[in-house]
């Protein structure tokens, strides 16, 4: 068995769906592919009723396969769906507040920075992990090369770690794995793989085994 600890990690964001159950579905079959790291779970317009039920299927299976679940927007579900930590979309204040609030009771992470200003503020709140990307941004088969200079830029300098957004192919994630962040977050190249979300999870995996740099010591 690969260990992954030393190379750059998958992270998957649910997607948006109609039927509650069919996504929490996807999402299981996606964790039977493989090594994933976390899972983020956006909250995509819901009001808190309905989200918090979604939190409450979805976080159990992503536990129960060894990841942590994510809480994108409303820390009060976080909470009640026992999810592991919580992104914070919005950066700056909220973010800082959310460290401040629930550290290290819970991962706290987030994004929002789309400059190094904007980044290195983030990162003086000393959160657990940097989100470079929208968690909607894979609008192209590539990940946007503004988040891949970011990233290589982050992960020169700082020692937080950081996520990085790939594209809508899987192949997306060589690139993001080569700038030396630790993460890298895909969602349609999962979900809507045409083998299948775990086959893409497997597909992912081998890809960053044989083509992602090691991270030293």
Known sequence: MTTTEDRCRLVLIVPQ????????????????GGDVASVIIPQYGLDD??????????????????????????SRVAGRAKADGL???TG?????????????????GGGNADDRHKALEQGEANPDYIFFGKLEGDIKPEAHP????????WASMIEIPAIVMGGSDIASVVPVAETGVEFVALRSAVFDH????????????????EKAPRFDG
């Open 17 to 32: 769906a109609d039927d509650m159950q069919k996504q929490a579905k996807a999402v299981e079959e996606a964790l039977r």
């Open 49 to 74: 009723g309905a989200f918090q039920k979604v939190a409450e299927l979805i976080v159990p299976l992503v536990q129960k396969s060894g990841a942590a679940a994510l809480i994108a927007g409303d």
């Open 87 to 89: 992104h914070v979309t």
């Open 92 to 108: 700056g204040e909220a973010l800082a507040e959310a460290v401040e609030k629930f550290t290290p009771k819970l991962i706290v």
């Open 146 to 153: 503004k988040n891949l200079a970011l990233g290589e830029w």
């Open 194 to 209: 045409a083998a299948g979300p775990a086959q893409a999870v497997s597909e992912i995996n081998a890809l960053l085994d």
